[in-house]
């Protein structure tokens, strides 16, 4: 595809990067970004899948800006991903948002799920302002997300979501529910832990945890991947 309309692909891990310190919630987050996605980018443009998420309940605008840190074990980042994802949308500041809910994904997300046709594009440019509402239009509470209510306090303190939606006019038709097994809980503590973190991504008995972890997976989730 790239070649027949003559665009580059761009690896960001083979690309340089530079570490960067950035306050979120009175704290220091310090984060390997891709150097060329901040010298050479114009104008920055998200397109996430509408998703749940089995660690952050949705996967949309901000947490797409996650998959852009350059670095291939930024698993060892989790245990601050919250905040991590607030930090990389403070460096990258993406200036428009494409959700693309032509398909959704329900159920477990961020890899196995229930595509659900939804046909619709959300666009704007604001990245907080539409991941909430696109939170109202799959039924979930983004109270319930975390990184999208650090990210309201960062840049939208006066958001007001009733001032975007007039609700009479405004029904969820799709109702989106996060259902975690008894894997995707062990696998959150894990993420969320330091200690644990480090032990099964970056320790010696990294690669035969992640044998198991695999062994499981084929054995008991027996699901489409979307």
């Known amino acids: 595809m790239a070649k027949k309309n003559g665009f580059e692909l761009i690896n960001l ?52 800006q996650w998959g852009c840190l350059p670095d291939p074990m930024r698993l060892l980042y989790h245990p601050f991903i919250h905040k991590g994802i607030v930090a990389v949308n403070k460096i990258y500041s993406p200036k428009i948002s494409i959700i693309d809910a032509t398909y959704g994904l329900n159920r477990t997300g961020p890899i196995f799920g229930d595509p659900i046709k939804i046909n619709k594009l959300f666009i704007s440019n ?82 035969y945890i992640q044998r198991l972890l695999q062994f499981y997976k084929i054995l008991f989730k027996k699901e489409n991947i979307y």
């Open 126 to 207: 604001d990245v907080t302002a539409l991941d909430i509402f696109t939170c109202a239009f799959m039924g979930i509470s983004c109270e319930k997300v975390k990184h999208i209510n650090i990210a309201k306090e960062e840049f939208l303190k006066n958001f007001e979501l009733h001032k975007i939606i007039k609700y009479g006019e405004f029904t969820t038709k799709f109702e989106f529910n996060l259902e975690r097994s008894f894997y995707d809980i062990v696998s959150n503590y894990i993420y969320l832990h330091k200690e644990f973190n480090s032990l099964f991504y970056s320790s010696f008995f990294s690669k």
């Open 13 to 64: 891990t083979k690309k340089p990067s530079i570490f960067r310190d950035v306050s979120v919630d009175n704290v220091t987050i310090k984060l390997k970004v891709s150097k060329f996605i901040l010298d050479k980018i114009d104008v920055l443009i998200t397109v996430p899948v509408l998703k749940v998420h089995a660690l952050t309940i949705v996967s949309l605008g901000l947490k797409n």
